[in-house]
């Protein structure tokens, strides 16, 4: 997922994963141009998934 796609998508995507993972909070999806791979690297520890499932999951959510 590209840092464009991201960025343009970000608030639908983080409503999303807050209805699925009911546990983050929004200090755990703040979203920081250019700091794509540490909000990556916090979701992966607190979801306990790779970061390409992530990446697969939020395409699909996408898609949809």
Do not use: I
């Not at 464009?4 to 999303?16: D, V």
């Not at 993972?21 to 990556?40: A, H, M, P, S």
């Not at 992530?54 to 898609?63: A, G, V």
Request: glycine share 10%; net charge positive; hydrophobic share 25%.
């Amino acid at each position: 997922m590209d840092e464009l796609e991201l960025k343009g998508n970000w608030n639908e995507l983080k409503g999303k994963l807050k209805q699925k993972y009911g546990d983050l909070t929004d200090n755990d999806l703040k979203y920081v141009e250019g700091k794509e791979n540490e909000l990556f690297g916090n979701l992966q520890k607190k979801l306990g998934k790779t970061r390409k499932e992530l990446t697969s999951e939020l395409r699909k959510w996408l898609d949809s």
